[in-house]
């Protein structure tokens, strides 16, 4: 088996269009900080709004793919390939190139003509960020495109998956189709909660995914949510996380890992051996100085990225959590969900 492409990401692939606001912006539509939603009608005006009256930046995103061009940033060149789907417009081109550029990721891309590229508007307010998402063409992919011969041909090659929640509004087919073939030949299967609403609006979806999972990483909000949703009566992330842990699993040969980030606090790792009493681990995020931080849109999904890459190179739970939290203290140095252009190479912190 070729040693090329061994992580395989789905996701939605998006344009974001990051500019700086105050909370008259978010007000007026309706926006929360720090919160993600899927645009409603109300919402298109703002997309327009970002680029003429404030200075946009654009930038390629969607978590699933930032989680990935941060995993190829902490990789050999060629280990991680990004499927979704995208319009046939310079947009799309310009999502490709920019993950080319991020260490070679491959993207694989199923195109949908008559609709345009989705695009995601990114408002920062101080160190806070609110997501609007129209996904546009990334709401369209299909299944029929993750079976063709050629797109199959890298599923088989692969041996971790990665999943971005914010898929179960688009092709759960496709996501139970890579959970089913990682159970059948014992693959690390993994998922990101991705947003609150994920947990509420779309339970059911998520409930049918979850049991594939092997690693299962969301922040708190998202904890939150889900246990509200579920009805936990919980409000303690640490409990919440070993619920995750203890959830009915496919593949009894893994244990079932819980990957919850709090921002600044600890982040808490639940770790279930075959349905036993979850092991509880915590580990303090170093903190980088105020003035250092420069936008933290994209943190959660670099956490995700330097993890996975500490997964394929076959680290430690600790070193991964450790690579996680390494690669987000970068990002959130960066501008939007990006790292840094000089290459910066992995060292355990201390």
């Known amino acids: 088996m070729s040693s090329e492409y061994t992580l395989f990401c789905l996701g939605n692939p998006l344009l974001d269009i990051q500019a700086t606001a105050d909370q008259e912006l978010l007000d007026r539509y309706g926006l ?13 005006p703002l997309y327009n709004e970002l680029t003429t009256k404030y200075t946009a930046k654009f930038l390629a995103g969607g978590a699933a793919q930032n989680a990935a061009r941060g995993a190829q940033y902490v990789l050999p060149p060629r280990s991680t390939v990004y499927v ?14 920019a993950c080319e550029a991020q260490g070679g990721v491959r993207t694989e891309y199923r195109v949908e003509p008559d609709h345009p590229t989705g695009r995601c508007g990114v408002i920062i307010t101080g160190h806070h960020r609110s997501m609007v998402t129209e996904l546009g063409a990334a709401n369209h992919y299909k299944i029929e495109h993750l079976k ?18 914010y898929h179960l509004t688009v092709c759960v087919p496709a996501i139970l189709a890579l959970g089913e073939h990682a159970e059948q030949t014992n693959k690390i299967f993994s998922m990101n909660l991705s947003a609150p609403f994920l947990a509420t609006f779309f339970k059911e979806q998520m409930d049918s995914v979850l049991p594939y999972c092997d690693y299962i990483i969301g922040n708190e909000a998202e904890a939150l949510a889900y246990s509200e949703s579920h009805d936990l009566k919980a409000t303690d992330i640490t409990e919440i996380a070993k619920h995750l842990a203890l959830l009915p699993k496919k593949n009894t040969k893994r244990s079932r890992v819980v990957v919850i980030t709090q921002g600044t606090n600890p982040t808490i790792v639940a770790t279930s051996d075959h349905g036993e009493s979850p092991k509880v681990q915590t580990f303090p995020v170093h903190v980088i100085e105020d003035k250092d931080i420069v ?6 999904d670099a956490f995700a990225g330097g993890f996975l890459g500490g997964l394929v190179k076959g680290e430690s739970l600790e070193t991964c959590v450790d690579m996680g939290q390494w690669l987000a203290s970068w990002g959130i140095r960066e501008l939007g969900p990006a ?12």
Do not use: M
Not at 295 to 300: L, Q, S, V
């Open 32 to 44: 929360k900080e720090n919160d993600a939603i899927l645009a409603e009608e109300k919402h298109l």
């Open 84 to 97: 979704g789907c995208v319009g046939k417009d310079a947009t799309a081109d310009k999502l490709r190139e």
């Open 148 to 165: 063709s011969p050629e797109i199959w041909k890298l599923v088989e090659n692969a041996k971790f998956f990665y999943i971005g929640g």
């Open 295 to 300: 936008d933290t849109n994209g943190a959660g």
């Open 339 to 350: 790292y840094p252009a000089e290459k910066k190479v992995y060292t355990k912190q201390t």
